[in-house]
């Protein structure tokens, strides 16, 4: 187990439902991860989870870190086999596909026309 | 008949006790992928989205007494529908299929493959991870008097921004939008449409 983060610490809050707390995870292991140091995320305490924290927290990380992201980071403390895995496993994949990535942002741009 | 309309970066979150936040908000805020690193309409929406919530995470009495107002997002049944078909037909289907006019029930709903399933069950988890942030409110339909509303609609307004239109200026409530066609007296309208802006 690595550089122990946990989320709920880091966020001051148990909701790890906006951008700006998943932004802020990410400020938290990129230094780690920058040295080659393994970080776990440990999601004890968190009772409300979105898809933008997820996106903004682990996918940019995997983003950030193509190489070395699967070796390094462990997460930890949350249901296999339910939405929030679902969720954790989506922000990674899509990371791992920057031409879904670009569609989804495309189509969300698309909802924003003047 | 007064129209009022504030810039988005005029905006206070503090300054309001409640606040409707349009379907297209909502979905980019739950849904934003971090892919661009360029400006992006959404982003300064996302930004007040962010600030809201935020405001509501706050548990510490002395914390909460300090605010002018924790505001709260108010959610009405038709604005649940709006976000949930609104997320599957414009953005879920459309990377599922990698094009832009699918067949949202045959090629997407009732696809065998298709991600439906678990794209449906993403949104609304997303939207319930938010429930403690917003206050419901019934849709006051008879007391908007349904068939003068009926009356109002052409090709310019369309029925349900008329309707939350009607229902939050008579509640007091403001309405975040980007949507240039969302001018209406007697009810505020945050936005950041330049288009919306300029008819001030």
């Known amino acids: 187990m690595g550089r122990i983060i946990n989320i709920s610490k880091v966020i001051g809050t148990s909701n790890a439902v906006i951008q700006k707390f998943g932004n802020q995870i990410f400020d938290e292991a990129f230094p780690y991860l920058l040295q080659g140091e393994s970080i776990t995320l440990d999601f004890q305490g968190i009772t409300n989870l979105t898809s933008g924290f997820c996106n903004a927290s682990i996918g940019k990380l995997y983003s950030t870190f193509p190489e070395i992201s699967e070796d390094l980071i462990e997460i930890v403390n949350f249901e296999t086999n339910s939405i929030w895995s679902e969720k954790i496993l989506d922000a990674i994949e899509l990371a791992r596909n920057p031409e879904r990535a670009q569609v989804l942002d495309e189509a969300l741009l698309a909802l924003f026309e003047e | ?200």
């Not at chain 2, 849904?31 to 930004?47: H, W």
């Not at chain 2, 529908?81 to 009732?110: C, H, P, Q, V, W």
């Not at chain 2, 007391?143 to 509640?171: C, S, T, W």
């Open chain 2, 1 to 200: 008949m007064p129209y009022n309309l504030i810039k988005l970066s005029d905006f206070d979150p503090e300054s309001v006790p409640f606040i409707f936040i349009d379907a297209n908000i909502w979905i980019a805020s739950l849904q934003n992928n971090n892919f661009s690193t360029t400006p992006r309409e959404y982003l300064p929406y996302i930004s007040k989205f962010d600030a809201i919530v935020n405001l509501n995470t706050y548990s510490e009495p002395k914390l909460i007494k300090k605010l002018k107002n924790q505001p709260k997002i108010v959610m009405t049944n038709m604005l649940i529908s709006e976000t949930i078909n609104a997320y599957l037909r414009n953005i879920a289907m459309k990377a599922f299929l990698g094009k832009d006019n699918g067949n949202f029930k045959k090629e997407y709903r009732e696809e065998k493959y298709s991600d439906y399933d678990k794209q449906l069950r993403t949104i609304t988890s997303d939207i319930e991870a938010l429930a403690f942030s917003m206050t419901f409110i019934d849709d006051s339909y008879s007391a908007l008097e349904p068939i003068g509303l009926l009356n109002e609609i052409n090709r310019e307004v369309d029925y349900n921004d008329l309707y939350y239109a009607k229902l939050l200026g008579m509640l007091g409530i403001p309405i975040m939008t980007h949507d240039k066609d969302f001018f209406f007296p007697d009810v505020t309208i945050i936005t950041n449409n330049n288009k919306l802006l300029t008819r001030r």
